[in-house]
């Protein structure tokens, strides 16, 4: 039995609602503030709107700050700074676009009190004792720059090409199983098992 025009109309979702409740049922372990995005997706941001290459510059450095170059890339080689430009320009709130700006506004300023430079132009040890303090300023508030910028570092790090090859190891179309495989085989990883 076919149901009736409207029936049918109130019965469909749209896209967007189909792809919320595809990751909620996948169980998709993101940052809460990041899972709202499909929801503000909807309202149309202002076109071309990105950060200013000044705060742009500074993002990538906080980002790089939080997630450093060791033996594995670190956010700035992955792109995270492009991806947090991203966020601002398309998917973040006008309250979270403020807090972004407003921070990072902040942290250039607490640079030059502290130490008489732009927060790019600093040592590593100096811009991590600036973002240090900042993080210590806002422990315990539900809500604050350095819990926005951390959580859109991680996820732009974690979701990104590079690290998903070569430091997660994923395989999109892994070969066969095999449930009893010793772990030299597999680089000494066991989740990779």
Same mark, same amino acid.
């Given at each position: 039995?076919?149901?009736?025009?409207?029936?049918?109309? %109130?019965?469909? +979702?749209? /896209? @967007? $609602?189909?792809?919320?409740?595809?990751?909620?049922?996948?169980?998709?372990?993101?940052?809460? =503030?990041?899972?709202?995005?499909?929801?503000?997706?909807? /309202?149309?941001?202002?076109?071309?709107?990105?950060?200013?290459?000044?705060?742009?510059?500074?993002?990538?450095?906080?980002?790089?700050?939080?997630?450093?170059?060791?033996?594995?890339?670190?956010?700035?080689?992955?792109?995270?700074?492009?991806? +947090?430009?991203?966020?601002?320009? =398309?998917?973040?709130?006008?309250?979270? @676009?403020?807090?972004?700006?407003?921070?990072?506004?902040? !942290?250039?300023?607490?640079?030059?009190?502290?130490?008489?430079?732009?927060?790019?132009?600093?040592?590593?040890?100096?811009?991590?004792?600036?973002? /240090?303090?900042?993080?210590?300023?806002? $422990?315990?508030?539900?809500?604050?720059?350095?819990?926005?910028? @951390?959580?859109?570092?991680?996820?732009? #790090?974690?979701? %990104?090409?590079? &690290?998903? @090859?070569? !430091?997660?190891?994923?395989?999109? !179309?892994?070969? /066969? #199983?095999?449930?009893? !495989?010793?772990? $030299?085989? &597999?680089?000494?990883?066991?989740?990779?098992?």
């Amino acid at each position: 039995m076919v149901p009736s025009d409207d029936r049918t109309a %109130s019965s469909l +979702i749209g /896209r @967007r $609602e189909a792809i919320r409740r595809a990751a909620l049922l996948a169980g998709v372990a993101l940052a809460p =503030e990041w899972l709202m995005a499909v929801d503000q997706a909807a /309202r149309p941001a202002a076109p071309g709107s990105r950060l200013t290459p000044a705060l742009a510059a500074i993002a990538g450095a906080v980002a790089d700050r939080i997630l450093p170059r060791t033996d594995t890339p670190g956010a700035a080689d992955v792109g995270v700074p492009a991806f +947090i430009d991203l966020l601002y320009g =398309e998917y973040m709130t006008p309250a979270e @676009r403020t807090m972004l700006t407003d921070g990072l506004n902040e !942290v250039d300023a607490a640079a030059k009190a502290a130490h008489g430079g732009s927060f790019t132009t600093l040592t590593v040890d100096r811009q991590d004792t600036v973002l /240090r303090a900042i993080a210590r300023a806002e $422990e315990g508030k539900p809500q604050g720059f350095f819990r926005l910028i @951390r959580s859109a570092t991680v996820l732009g #790090y974690f979701t %990104s090409e590079p &690290v998903g @090859r070569n !430091v997660l190891h994923y395989d999109p !179309v892994p070969g /066969r #199983y095999d449930g009893c !495989v010793p772990i $030299e085989q &597999v680089g000494r990883r066991n989740w990779t098992t």
